[in-house]
């Protein structure tokens, strides 16, 4: 396997957020379960240094995807991005589990340029003339990731929950708007389609900005990519998980890092 310099590897590292202690994106729906003939939810999309609270800047919704109880994609109204967080509405008009997703997929490198300077380089494949034709030590990395809600009217159903196939992807067991407080949720992580063993998660209680420890559930996935998760209490919560050194998709790229990030609802019991 390709072992990348310590100068790439900061730079992979810092491609996409890790778990703890970086600014978090999330997407917060203001409802996450509605037994109404129809309904509507407003979602926030924001990163953050504390969790569901907007303090850093708005989320992006240039690749926003919403996929409905019947595997279609659904439009959603209203999109505003403001100073600190981005929002819009979904129309919940058919029953079943709605998936919300805001994807990201792109290039980072790193290279010595004629001058002899180290330098850091973002983009997507098609701007990858922009690194100097003359740049030495270049390191391409590919990075892929999406960051998740679900939402449920009436009875939930699995249609909007099925893989892709494609990078990592989360697999619910437990019905996602079906969280109790004290009870254990068990899902499954796929990475490509195939089962992410030994994969760290990591699941944290909203409202850190009113506590001083993060207080991160850690898990395990076993070697289907199945894991569990026994909430403490009610709330809401964000799971991530994150994956490096995949073979990447584009010819130039090294290696790829793979994210996935999900905020969940638990209800008391």
């Known amino acids: 396997m390709h072992r990348p310099t310590k100068w790439f590897a900061l730079a992979l590292a810092a ?9 978090k994106m999330f997407l917060v729906p203001s409802a996450t379960v509605s037994s109404a003939g129809e309904a509507w939810v407003t979602f926030d999309a924001a990163v953050s240094n504390d969790l569901f609270h907007f303090d850093h800047r708005p989320a992006q919704l240039d690749a926003l995807e919403v996929i409905g109880p019947d595997g279609k994609a659904v439009e959603v109204e209203n999109r505003s991005s403001g100073r600190l967080r981005s929002t819009f509405d979904l129309h919940l008009a058919q029953p ?31 701007r990858l003339g922009e690194i100097p034709a003359d740049a030495k030590n270049v390191e391409i990395g590919e990075s892929q990731g ?4 679900y939402v449920t009217l009436g009875k939930p159903n699995d249609a909007a929950l099925k893989p892709s196939g494609h990078g990592l992807e989360l697999v619910p067991v437990t019905a996602p708007n079906d969280l109790v407080a004290g009870e254990p949720a068990r899902f499954r992580f796929l990475v490509d389609g195939k089962p992410a063993a030994n994969l760290e998660v990591t699941v944290i209680a909203g409202g850190t900005r009113y506590r001083d420890r993060q207080d991160e559930i850690v898990a395990t996935t076993d070697a289907d990519g199945g894991f569990s ?27 790829r890092r793979l994210s996935y990030t999900a905020t969940f609802e638990v209800l008391p019991q």
């Open 15 to 23: 491609s996409l957020a890790p778990a703890a202690h970086a600014h």
């Open 96 to 126: 079943g589990t709605y998936r919300v997703a805001l994807r990201s997929a792109g290039l980072f490198a790193s290279y010595v340029d004629a001058k002899g300077e180290k330098k850091r380089w973002r983009g997507s494949a098609e």
């Open 146 to 149: 999406s960051v998740n809600a």
């Open 229 to 255: 998760v026994t909430w403490p209490n009610a709330g809401l919560y964000w799971l991530h998980a994150s994956l490096d050194g995949q073979k990447p998709t584009i010819a130039k790229a090294k290696e």
